[in-house]
Nanobody, 123 residues
Framework: VQLQASGGGLVQAGGSLRLSCVAS????????MAWFRQAPGKEREFVAA????????YSSASLKGRFTISGDYTKNTGYLQMNSLKPEDTAVYFC?????????????????WGQGTLVTVSS
């Protein structure tokens, strides 16, 4: 099983980015997916999660609706749309998956992790 995250980069405050995560080695509709992030010197933080068809989603309340998770289960691909980015959103963003239909916000509950993609938001 491999998760390949991409789409990170440098963006100005107020801008947007869309991250992608392709899951290989997992059957379609057999896993749920989540995004986490880790800023320098800080603990890993939950961002958003989606159920096995990406129909049920939720995001961290602290993000106040700026970030949205979505996906295409036919392509085993999840996305994280990030809008109104702020310098404090600077972090390495990781996608994660687990072989359960329902997602949650606990990183230790996920079995598979991508390599991370760096998002840098300049002020």
């Amino acid at each position: 099983v491999q998760l390949q995250a991409s789409g990170g980069g440098l963006v100005q405050a107020g801008g947007s980015l869309r991250l992608s995560c392709v899951a290989s080695g997992l059957a379609s509709r057999s896993f749920s997916m989540a995004w986490f992030r880790q800023a320098p010197g800080k603990e890993r933080e939950f961002v958003a999660a989606a159920s096995y068809t990406f129909a049920a989603t939720y995001s961290s309340a602290s993000l106040k609706g700026r970030f949205t998770i979505s996906g295409d289960y036919t392509k085993n691909t999840g996305y994280l749309q990030m809008n109104s980015l702020k310098p404090e959103d600077t972090a390495v963003y990781f996608c994660a998956a687990r072989r359960l239909y329902i997602a949650d916000a606990v990183g230790d509950d996920y079995d598979y992790w991508g390599q991370g993609t760096l998002v840098t938001v300049s002020s």
